[in-house]
């Protein structure tokens, strides 16, 4: 029998009185994905470390190729195959491609930098990873999902035959993702082993060859890339999946908003973006209805032109808020509907990284902190007591940077953000991207308690048991148009026909 590429035996780590690790096993085969899930906390991070040469093992074994290592630095790691890509790049965005890629082992002539023959090489490990990029491009003008191919580069340059990729489409669009996802597979198929760590389990059958769980520094259990769901959240949370979702509501109020052969006219065309073409929808007071569909259907396109974000334009046919016709296509005709946004990209478009927490949660209430055109610290203190209280955002520190944030406690600043403002309608995309289950629970027990409080919520995932056990209605979208809907808690296997188009939507 084969030996593993990657052997992990009974590994364990203390800092202090933690344990970190207790006693993890863990394997990896060459040409293999294995995806490993976990909350945070769970144990993955510190397991990556001993891994990447970062962190010493107090006990246990780690072999490569059926040989026995022990790396004293992340360098020595590096030496024997191994790299490891963070979820923050560690790319350097003033310099060009070429450099990032040879950077700490440029190539010299007679003492000089031989920008020619780095640029060249640089050119052909693009194209190995399958890149399409020219080396000279600065990676400040790239998008993020270029800088992730890149890093993917960089790590193939030192001949790595283990790539660890933690939370590589957290930052990504769903084309990006795909395109990564591509990338993936074609490494994997020319040997390389890959352990790829996400928090999004839709993504499991779509990369991954094989599942590991861990769960307070042990690995729960390992299984088949076509493993349910639930089965993967039982073994993440250690209980059912159905107790992530708070009960529904008892009864509905008046409709917040309503679409009837709704269609949206973006004024300047965009190349891939699916307009809205025949919407019809309503969503109650105290109601949460989920928008599903498969990619590129228009769901994010759906709200995003109802916010008048990105795509500037006119509604024609039937579109009302509170009962009364709504002239949206901008962001403040939506704000002044009362209408809140949550994008799906938190870290792009979201928030303002290098601002604080404090600047990020009153950005929707500057109004009643600038009384006299000034901002008054006083009031502002009081607003961000109230969201760090409301939304549980920890460290409970006003002047903490959001990008020091966990990715649930950053979306958490978002809600705050967008729901401050006291909103009748909060549209969302991709509500729990990149965020833990537990995390997740926590999104679900608040979005309930908002519908509770009177909120209508529009939500777009592209996790369909989310959206069974969150929602009163779903909504089947097709090429821009809603072609079917659903009352609560629907099969999964019905819905999931009638959005592929298998069976005939009604």
Not at 92 to 103: E, K, M, Q, T, Y
Not at 181 to 210: C, N, Q
Not at 366 to 381: I, K, M, Q, Y
């Amino acid at each position: 029998m084969t030996a593993p590429l990657l052997q992990v035996n009974g590994v364990q780590k203390r800092y202090g009185g933690v344990h970190a690790l207790k006693g993890v096993d863990f394997d990896l085969a060459a040409g293999e994905v294995h995806v490993l899930l976990g909350e945070n906390g769970a144990g993955k991070s510190t397991l990556m470390g001993v891994l990447s040469g970062a962190v010493s093992p107090d006990e246990g074994s780690v072999a490569l190729d059926g040989r026995p290592v022990r790396f004293a630095s992340p360098r020595d790691a590096h030496a024997a195959g191994i790299a490891m890509i963070p979820q923050e790049l560690d790319l350097v965005p003033g310099l060009d491609i070429a450099a990032n890629l040879f950077l700490g082992s440029e190539i010299t002539h007679a003492g000089v930098l031989a920008h020619g023959t780095m640029r060249q090489r640089a050119q052909a490990l693009l194209k190995s990873a399958g890149v399409a990029l020219n080396a000279s491009l600065p990676v400040a003008s790239l998008r993020m999902g270029e800088r992730q191919l890149v890093a993917i580069a960089k790590a193939l340059s030192a001949q790595a035959r283990i790539l660890i990729m933690d939370e590589p489409t957290a930052a990504l669009s769903a084309v990006e993702a795909d395109h990564l996802f591509t990338v993936v597979r074609d490494l994997a198929a020319r040997g390389v082993g890959i352990v790829y760590i996400s928090h999004r389990l839709e993504e499991v059958g779509r990369i991954g060859d094989r599942v590991t769980v861990m769960r307070d520094g042990l690995v729960v259990g390992t299984a088949g890339p076509d493993a349910p769901q639930a089965a993967l959240v039982r073994m993440l949370v250690g209980r059912p999946f159905s107790d992530l979702f708070p009960p529904r509501a008892g009864t509905l109020g008046a409709p917040i908003l309503r679409l009837d052969h709704a269609r949206f006219e973006p004024r300047h065309p965009r190349p891939g973006w699916q307009a809205p073409q025949d919407v019809s929808l309503i969503v109650h007071a105290g109601e949460i209805v989920g928008l599903t569909g498969l990619m590129g259907v228009g769901r994010t396109e759906l709200l995003s032109a109802l916010h008048g974000f990105g795509a500037n334009g006119r509604w024609h046919g039937t579109v009302e808020v509170r009962g009364k016709p709504a002239s949206l296509g901008t962001i403040a005709a939506a704000r002044r509907a009362g209408i809140a946004y949550v994008t799906d990209d938190r870290r792009g478009t979201g928030l303002v990284l290098n601002h604080t927490v404090a600047q990020n949660a009153v950005m929707s209430t500057l109004r009643r902190v600038t009384p006299f055109g000034l901002v008054s610290r006083a009031l502002e203190r009081r607003e961000v007591a109230t969201a760090l209280d409301t939304y549980d955002i920890r460290p409970r520190l006003p002047d903490a940077k959001v990008v020091n944030l966990s990715g649930g406690n950053q979306q958490k600043v978002v809600f705050a953000k967008e729901l401050m403002n006291g909103p009748g309608l909060l549209l969302l995309d991709e509500p729990t991207r990149g965020v833990d289950v537990g995390a997740k629970a926590e999104i679900y027990r608040r979005l309930r308690a908002l519908a509770g409080s009177g909120l209508g919520v529009l939500v777009a995932s592209s996790e369909l048991p989310e959206l069974i056990g969150l929602c009163d209605r779903i909504v089947v979208m097709q090429a821009g148009r809603t072609v079917h809907e659903f009352g609560a808690g629907p099969a999964e296997d019905e819905v999931r026909r009638v959005s592929e188009g298998e069976v005939a939507a009604a």
